[in-house]
């Protein structure tokens, strides 16, 4: 079993062809994939499997979609301020669905969004272009459709841009430095407790670390105690990094692997190369 899970940015958008903009790599990626005779599975799916019942991932051509932030690329059609129109990884999913209506019956990505509104907000003024295109409206609505559902990506991704003057001693711009109980509670049980709230779905039982950084405090301890403690009926149930590799039957549920659009693959021929390695 080697399940390779690819995450995109939908923020990345440097041009209009697939090595520039994520939006564009992902629609040829779906096209590929399915030539390619890969199935499309939700993550929270990958996991439960994984962790109950792996022997129904053997010997199969499987592969995961996640996009991480959740800015509202994500989900709207924007204009781009240098690059014109975006079609949002939802309708991309859409657009290939009805083009396709019998291919990938369990078409479906992840959005692992930056859970804090005021960190949203300040986000969308540093990261962004300002334009309030950060926002939690579209969780919910967007977890209805089916085809993609909202995961926990940190209550404020500890980003450098965001350092709160009542903590100066903790470093910001990396996870790695959530290590004791006080700092993983604000910013993994905090956002678990707000996204379910705001947006109850499967997803929500999936975290990424911001960064792609899983530190041995968190992998190890809080986050398999935190889920022993919620469950069942909240909780979390496995955590991704952006480590390049595949997801297999060994594989940590607490640090599992992605392939990073842009970082792990650039072309088509790049990911062919990954698929290849799934099956080889």
Same mark, same amino acid.
């Given at each position: 079993m080697k399940i390779p899970v690819f995450a995109y940015h939908s923020m990345n958008?440097? +041009?209009?062809?697939?090595?520039?903009?994520?939006?564009?790599?992902?629609?040829?990626d779906l096209e590929h994939l399915t030539a390619e005779g890969f199935e499309i599975r939700s993550l929270h799916r990958i996991v439960e499997a994984l962790r109950s019942d792996p022997e129904s991932l053997e010997g199969r051509r499987i592969a995961g979609l996640s996009c991480d932030d959740g800015p509202d690329f994500?989900?709207?059609?924007?204009?781009?301020?240098?690059? +014109?129109?975006?079609?949002?990884?939802? =309708?991309?999913?859409?657009?290939?669905?009805?083009?396709?209506?019998?291919?990938?019956?369990?078409?479906?990505?992840?959005?692992?969004?930056?859970?804090?509104?005021?960190?949203?907000?300040?986000?969308?003024?540093?990261?962004?272009v300002g334009r309030g295109w950060w926002n939690d409206d579209w969780w919910a609505p967007a977890?209805?459709?089916?085809?993609?559902?909202?995961? =926990?990506?940190?209550?404020?991704? =500890?980003?450098?841009s965001l350092a709160d003057p009542a903590r100066p001693d903790e470093r910001r711009g990396t996870f790695l430095s959530i290590d004791t109980i006080d700092r993983a509670e604000r910013q993994v049980a905090q956002a678990d407790r707000y996204l379910?709230?705001?947006?109850p779905n499967p997803s929500a039982a999936l975290f990424a670390y911001p960064y792609g950084e899983a530190n041995a405090f968190l992998a190890e301890r809080y986050l398999p105690e935190y889920s022993?403690?919620?469950?069942?009926? +909240?909780?979390?149930?496995?955590?991704?990094?952006?480590?390049?590799?595949y997801v297999s039957r060994g594989s940590d549920p607490w640090r599992l692997p992605r392939f990073t659009c842009g970082h792990d693959w650039k072309s088509p021929a790049a990911l062919q190369r990954i698929l290849e390695g799934a099956v080889g």
């Open positions: 958008v440097h +041009g209009n062809d697939y090595a520039t903009n994520d939006h564009a790599a992902l629609a040829a994500d989900y709207r059609d924007l204009d781009h301020p240098a690059w +014109g129109a975006q079609r949002s990884v939802l =309708n991309i999913l859409r657009d290939f669905r009805e083009r396709h209506p019998r291919a990938q019956p369990a078409l479906h990505i992840t959005a692992f969004a930056i859970v804090s509104p005021q960190a949203r907000a300040a986000l969308d003024r540093t990261c962004m977890a209805a459709t089916g085809l993609m559902g909202i995961g =926990n990506h940190s209550w404020d991704h =500890n980003h450098e379910r709230a705001k947006a022993a403690r919620t469950a069942p009926g +909240g909780g979390l149930r496995a955590a991704f990094t952006t480590q390049s590799d």
